[in-house]
């Protein structure tokens, strides 16, 4: 099972998981994020790469939880920040306790499913320092996922990975060309329009364009 939101890293993601199980589910969340034009995107990607199931589900988490991605109240920031990580201020695009939430999904389906692993696309570099994106987030829903599930305590238990913790968002770029992946089918954008188009002004539009500079690879991006 692959938490696929259609930008690059989910997307490399899944391209590594194909590559290493013989059958994929992809889990993309429908949350109340004014950038729903990226559940279209992950659409686009599960088409072209021939994942066997596309699970889209809803959680109206705008109606709860505050965050620029969710509330139209909270604008979003534009341009990268400077010091990028944990240790610096954590921005405003923060959604609280989002992936805890996905994974607990996640977890869920798994064990309904006898899925044996959930992929998770994260990384604690070239990130905007969500909490949830560390090393020490991924070992501990591992612990929580150990002791809380039937299939755990009867041996069973469900993997919880992360293949591109420690990579940056160029290295990211270079494993997915490597494998196939067609960039231009994703979107990394926090504010893009209704055609599907990147704002490229954003924090996450910025980590996408450095990335692609970097690894010096064409940017196939559309943007507004």
Request: aromatic residues 6%; proline residues 4%; hydrophobic residues 40%.
């Amino acid at each position: 099972m692959v938490l696929l939101s259609g930008g690059i890293d989910s997307t490399t993601t899944l391209a590594i998981a194909m590559q290493e199980v013989e059958e994929c589910v992809a889990l993309t969340f429908r949350y109340g994020q004014k950038h729903a034009m990226e559940v279209s995107s992950a659409a686009r990607v599960v088409r072209a790469m021939g994942v066997d199931t596309h699970l889209i589900v809803k959680l109206p988490l705008q109606d709860h939880v505050v965050s620029a991605l969710t509330s139209d109240s909270i604008t979003v920031p534009q341009g990268l920040k400077d010091g990028a990580g944990v240790s610096a201020s954590i921005p405003p695009t923060y959604v609280p306790a989002r992936n805890t939430i996905f994974l607990s999904y996640a977890l869920a389906v798994a064990e309904t499913t006898q899925a044996g692993r959930i992929y998770a696309g994260v990384s604690a570099v070239d990130y905007s320092g969500y909490p949830d994106c560390r090393p020490e987030f991924i070992r501990a829903f591992q612990q929580l996922a150990d002791v809380a599930t039937k299939r755990a305590a009867e041996g069973d238990r469900v993997e919880i990975l992360a293949p591109l913790q420690y990579m940056s968002k160029a290295e990211t770029i270079r494993r997915g060309g490597e494998l196939g992946v067609d960039y231009s089918l994703t979107l990394s954008c926090y504010e893009p329009d209704n055609r599907g188009r990147a704002c490229g002004s954003c924090e996450s539009c910025g980590l996408r364009r450095s990335g692609f500079a970097t690894a010096n690879v064409k940017d196939p991006t559309h943007y507004q």
